[in-house]
């Protein structure tokens, strides 16, 4: 069932932000396609370590890749753990709910690798927490090569949507904003980190070699 809903994360692609401005753009130039492709194939995930060093995420329980059965030349997984919620929730969710330390989380993943380009999406669902089913969160990042041939480096983008599935009520409003600017800017953070973790295994491979 949980594969079943992995693959009905939609299979983005950066031709379809051409008009979207990305939250976050930057060009790895020590870091080859080859190496990027490797760190999202392999196991362990790449993006396991960084949900750990960016939201803190624990009992991270990952399946493995596996095809499609709806959408040809990609693979989809999913990971499910655990996060504590943030320390700067609104005042007035805490006022008018009772929050839990930690939340339950799914990240639903479809991979597309192709020569010239490789895309990450993944929805991000929360379980158990009061209101997490007004929204969903999707996440696509893009890489591409710098310009001509394998090794002249990798220009990485992200996008971020939030889906809006239903209004909040009146006195959880206020949240929505707070919602919308933590996920923008903590996606630019989560991305960055991101980043160290590639360079790291690039140099890795480098020195390996």
């Known amino acids: 069932q949980t594969l079943a809903r992995a693959d009905e994360v939609p299979d983005a692609q950066a031709d379809q932000f051409l008009h979207d401005k990305p939250a976050f753009s930057k060009d790895l130039p020590s870091t080859s396609m080859a190496t990027i492709r490797r760190c999202l194939e392999d196991e362990p995930f790449i993006m396991e370590r960084c949900f750990e060093l960016d939201i803190k995420a624990f009992d991270i329980a990952p399946s493995k890749w596996q095809s499609s059965a709806h959408v040809p030349d990609t693979h989809i ?33 479809r991979l597309r690798c192709a020569n010239n380009e490789l895309d990450l999406t993944y929805q991000t669902v929360v379980d ?60 630019a953070d989560a991305a960055k980190i991101l980043v160290d973790l590639f360079e790291a295994e690039g140099a890795k491979l480098a020195g390996a070699s």
């Open 77 to 109: 997984r999913c990971m499910k753990f655990k996060m504590p919620l943030p320390d700067d929730m609104p005042s007035g969710a805490k006022s008018v709910m009772t929050l839990p330390e930690f939340c339950t989380c799914q990240s639903l993943c």
């Open 128 to 187: 158990g927490m009061p209101y997490a089913d007004y929204f969903r969160l999707q996440v696509t990042d893009s890489f591409t090569p710098c310009g001509e041939g394998t090794d002249a480096g990798v220009t990485f983008r992200r996008w971020v949507v939030i889906v809006w599935v239903k209004e909040l009520p009146f006195l959880m409003r206020p949240a929505r904003s707070f919602i919308a600017s933590k996920t923008m800017s903590g996606a």
